[in-house]
């Protein structure tokens, strides 16, 4: 038996913007993403009997096709044609349906370590690959660097190096539905990828007025909490706040660790809420 934990980390959108609706259903999207260090821990054993088991205990897992970490772990054995027993724990500390991609990042990270503790060496193009067939997230976490996302959110490129900053997440416990945000959102004649502007910054100033979340406007229908939230972070000294992705989590810009931890102390006071100041990676 062979054991080992890896950290799965979350993620922010700084900007999201929805360009179309495409034929198969997917949007078009443009995102400007960023990884930070609230993690879900996953522990991956092999060997035992042949099969993929998945252990939660924080949560209720879904059964079969609708456990993506489940799936990630079998797409990585069907497309190594590998027949081995794994036993994958995950010790949740990403909140569920909260806009961070938690269940995108718990499959990349199986899919990364399993690379790892078989020794195969497969390239980043084949895991992408597997990556996309399980969801438009998980690529990103492939990625591992903060990225420029265009299509469905699988084509991916680097982004130059962001300001120095720190970010503060606000989560009031609000369960979302990205599929409901989804087909709620109104959509005129699609954008132009070329027709936004670039996601060029140098200093906090440029990336907070960068911020820009396209989804916000239909989760606020259903939950306005979301904008007071907002004004609170702003109230707390946050140089800019965002919805990440489709919410209902809210992020502040802060200039460093010490004035997010600030923030996030005056904020508990107030709320029961996940109030979790966070570097990037």
Not at 108 to 134: I, P, Y
């Amino acid at each position: 038996m062979l054991t080992k934990k890896f950290k799965a980390p979350a993620k922010i959108n700084l900007c999201l913007h929805i360009l179309g609706r495409l034929e198969n259903g997917y949007h078009e999207l443009a995102m400007a993403m960023q990884r930070v260090d609230l993690c879900d821990d996953i522990g991956i054993t092999l060997g035992g009997p042949s099969g993929v088991r998945v252990v939660c205990p924080e949560i209720q897992l879904a059964e079969g096709e609708e456990n993506i970490v489940a799936q990630a772990a079998k797409l990585f054995f069907q497309e190594t044609h590998i027949d081995l027993g794994v036993n994958i724990v995950i010790n949740k500390r990403i909140p569920v349906a909260a806009g961070l991609g938690g269940g995108s990042s718990d499959a990349a990270t199986v899919l990364l370590g399993l690379n790892e503790l078989l020794e195969l060496d497969l390239d980043d193009k084949q895991l992408l690959g597997m990556g996309s067939r399980l969801g438009a997230d998980v690529p990103f976490f492939i990625f591992q660097q903060p990225a420029w996302a265009t299509g469905i959110g699988t084509e991916l490129k680097p982004l130059p190096v962001l300001p120095n900053v720190a970010y503060l997440l606000v989560n009031p416990g609000i369960a979302v539905s990205t599929a409901d945000v989804y087909q709620s959102l109104q959509l005129t004649k699609g954008g132009e990828l070329a027709n936004l502007p670039r996601f060029s910054v140098v200093t906090r100033g440029d990336l907070c007025a960068a911020l820009h979340n396209d989804l916000e406007s239909v989760t606020l229908q259903q939950f306005s909490l979301i904008a007071e939230i907002k004004q609170q972070l702003l109230d707390q000294g946050a140089l800019g706040a965002l919805m990440s992705g489709s919410g209902a989590t809210v992020f502040g810009v802060y200039p460093d660790f010490a004035a997010a931890s600030k923030a996030a102390s005056e904020l508990l006071v107030e709320k029961d809420w996940l109030v979790c100041p966070v570097r990037p990676v």
